[in-house]
């Protein structure tokens, strides 16, 4: 019993010593895949997220010069984690709203349990799956980055006006993958293209020759990849090259990642294209990776310009709603519903000003206009990519 | 309100405590009293989860279901599941020693998360199961997860008293007997094969009532629930540290690492920004070290197993013996 006494002596010391400064600051929560799968990637997206919070601190702070905090907690990418770290983050530190968490299945059972209960708003900057979009969330719940059906669905529109009419599909099988493929299978087929192979694949395997050949044998000469591009896409993709099961490649933004380019060279990826999200600003993309760059981050990491914008629209929302949870929903719908004085990234004394005088504002993200639909989601802006040198070039724009 | 939050984050953990404390009973019977080395606990929470899951919810196209049951049903009903999966595997695996058993459950549990990920028509696969209704789910933050600790505790308390009553008779006796010295108790008529498997049978029902809880808790499943660093080891460290072979000692075990790893993130947050994203992963380093600790200087566990009048022998148990309670 003594461990245990020691333990809940400990837990009463970590809380009192955070329960006094909780009025002085304003907190939102920053809840991440630390630990666990994402954890490459993580840790640049709370960078980029800490970006806008010392941002805002710079510029005059938030509400009455209050400093803004940013309380990092770890999700770990499963609900285990996710919802302790949500309880914690609610409860113990107050947070008024949260950034997160990152992976889907973790953002499901955190808002469930957790933050749709205590009406916490949260915004995921990376929790692509489709059942987001159907939580009955009393209208808390928001992403920055688009559902995967959109991408899906995008792409398949586009590699129809391009003239592939037939094509495999080989996805990594979690819930990005699946999600993407359903999407794009669905739409793919209502416009009258057919599907020669569908598959689902597992990750991080040594080879995947019988799973192209499997999908080579529906004799389409295009493969869709639906896959990260520093994983088991790259495997795939090298697989498919090295022992022409398909002649064209075609990635979601999961493989418009550097790895291929570096590993397999730009010379045999001529027939490679990705689809991605891009900024439809571009000055506000820009502004962004140079504020970005500034502080050592990396700005093409993957959903640091989603974290970003996350994090700054909420600080946005709170300055207009004042220190209180229940507004900062509907604060949020009003601070970029696409009317009103434009607002850049970082613009953050500016958007305050215009706030204390009642101006309609409307943020424009770095990685999109972030005009929130019903269901809190957006819609996003993709483009096709193709390599060129060591890099990627846009060749089309996405509708 | 500064108290009500301790409250709701005290509640939550308790929670937490108490479907984990049964997924540590679970094992308990299969590892601490008839040392059935079971790697497997992730397959049986899944099943049970799930089980639950497709019982409880209202019909969604492309997905088997739509059963609506109460969700007393899905629970019993997650128990019920978990107990079959159980019982081919046992009939095959039991016979193996205890480390190919382990070996044998790691890849049954493997099978099973694989097929959740896989089987959209089934568990909708990768995106999971969402709308699970919890019940008093409609009440405010607070009241509704005390109305379902009350649920947790209530369930906890039945399944420990069940437990404790089982092992207190002969039955309890029996498996110890099994365990320790397996050639013995085959000499005294015993049918070891078939108690083994009662066992793990009875074991794996409990882990399977564990993972209905948490789905009926979060209202929500996805596979990345079933990741068996989550719901495997967790619970092995969970019960060693706490002590195998004493229920009390699982539950306390439970207690302790749940409380440990929740609370050392509030310690850590205290450090600046740049050390605090870094001590994130200490955490993690911190549980294994905890283990190591333990093995070290208190092999036993926590609450060792208590030692009645029927006191186990020493010496020269063949077949499969917890190693934490010799020495």
């Known amino acids: 019993m003594k461990t245990l006494r020691i333990a809940a002596l400990a837990a009463l010391l970590g809380a009192t010593a955070l329960a006094a400064p909780a009025h002085a600051d304003v907190k939102i929560g920053l809840l991440g895949g630390i630990s666990g799968p994402i954890a490459a990637m993580a840790p640049a997206m709370i960078d980029s997220a800490n970006l806008a919070i010392s941002q805002v601190n710079e510029a005059g702070g938030i509400l009455d010069g209050r400093k803004l905090i940013g309380v990092v907690g770890d999700s770990a990418c499963n609900p285990q984690n996710a919802t302790d770290a949500a309880t914690k983050a609610v409860n113990l530190e107050g947070v008024i709203a949260i950034v997160g968490p990152h992976c889907s299945g973790a953002v499901l059972a955190a808002a469930n349990s957790v933050t749709i209960p205590a009406g916490v708003t949260i915004v995921t900057p990376s929790g692509t799956s489709p059942e987001i979009t159907t939580l009955q969330d009393n209208d808390t719940v928001f992403r920055t980055v688009p559902s995967d059906d959109y991408q899906g669905r995008a792409l398949a529109r586009t590699l129809l006006e391009r003239g592939t009419t037939k094509v495999a599909v080989a996805y990594l099988n979690n819930d990005y993958g699946k999600g993407l493929a359903e999407a794009f299978r669905a739409e793919f087929e209502e416009k009258g293209g057919e599907i020669a192979g569908f598959a689902a694949h597992e990750g991080e395997r040594a080879s995947y020759r019988s799973n192209l050949a499997d999908l080579a044998a529906g004799g389409a000469d295009t493969l869709v990849i639906l896959d990260y591009g520093d994983g088991s896409g790259l495997t795939m993709l090298r697989q498919a090259l090295e022992n022409g099961f398909f002649e064209n490649f075609v990635g979601g933004d999961g493989m418009k990642s550097d790895a291929p380019i570096r590993e397999l060279g730009a010379d045999n990826l001529t027939t490679f294209i990705a689809s991605a999200p891009v900024g439809q600003q571009s000055d506000a993309l820009e502004v962004f990776n140079k504020a970005f760059s500034d502080i050592g981050g990396d700005p093409n990491a993957i959903f640091v310009t989603t974290s970003y914008d996350a994090t700054f629209m909420l600080a946005l929302a709170i300055e207009k709603a004042g220190a209180d949870k229940s507004k900062v929903s509907a604060a949020l719908r009003e601070i970029s519903n696409g009317e009103g004085e434009p607002i850049l990234p970082g613009e953050w004394a500016k958007a305050k000003e215009l706030i204390a005088a009642g101006t309609a504002i409307d943020y424009r993200g770095a990685a999109g206009e972030h005009n929130f639909d019903e269901a809190g989601d957006v819609p996003g802006a993709y483009a096709l990519f193709k390599v060129s040198g060591s890099t990627f070039e846009v060749i089309a724009e996405m509708e | ?327």
């Not at chain 2, 159980?86 to 099973?112: F, H, M, N, Q």
């Not at chain 2, 439970?254 to 600046?272: G, H």
């Open chain 2, 1 to 327: 309100m500064e108290w009500l939050g301790f409250v709701n984050y005290a509640v939550f953990m308790a929670i937490f405590i108490g479907i984990y404390a049964l997924l540590a009973l679970g094992l308990n019977i299969q590892w601490g009293y008839t040392g059935l080395f079971n790697a497997g606990i992730a397959g049986f929470f899944a099943v049970g989860a799930y089980t639950s899951a497709i019982l409880t919810t209202p019909f969604v196209p492309g997905r088997v279901g739509g059963f609506d049951l109460p969700v007393p049903v899905g629970w019993l009903g997650a128990m019920v599941a978990a107990g079959l999966i159980a019982w081919p595997i046992g009939k095959i695996c039991l016979r193996l020693r205890s480390d190919y058993l382990a070996i044998a459950t790691i890849g049954v549990a493997e099978i099973i998360r694989l097929v959740v990920k896989s089987e959209g028509w089934l568990t909708n696969a990768a995106r999971g199961i969402t709308n699970i209704p919890r019940p008093f789910g409609d009440l405010a933050y607070t009241m509704s997860q005390l109305a379902y600790l009350a649920i947790v505790a209530g369930v906890l308390l039945a399944a420990y008293l069940l437990v404790e009553r089982q092992f207190a008779s002969p039955w309890g006796r029996m498996m110890r007997a099994i365990r320790d010295n397996e050639d013995a108790a085959r000499a005294m008529g015993k049918d070891v094969p078939y108690r083994r498997l009662e066992a793990f049978i009875f074991g794996s029902a409990l882990m399977g009532l564990g993972g209905a809880l948490f789905v009926h808790f979060n209202r929500t499943i996805t596979p990345e629930a079933i990741d068996p660093m989550v719901a495997t080891f967790l619970v092995w460290i969970m019960l060693i540290l706490g002590g195998s072979g004493n229920n009390r000692g699982a539950i306390l075990g439970v207690a302790v690492v749940w409380i440990i790893w929740s609370v050392s993130e509030i310690v850590t947050d205290r450090l600046p920004h740049e050390y605090a994203v870094k001590a994130k992963y200490l955490r993690v380093f911190l549980i294994g070290l905890m283990l190591q600790l333990v093995l070290r200087f208190r092999p036993e566990g926590l609450l060792p197993e208590p030692r009645g009048k029927g006191r186990r022998p020493e010496a020269a148990a063949q077949g499969a013996r917890p190693p934490a309670a010799s020495d």
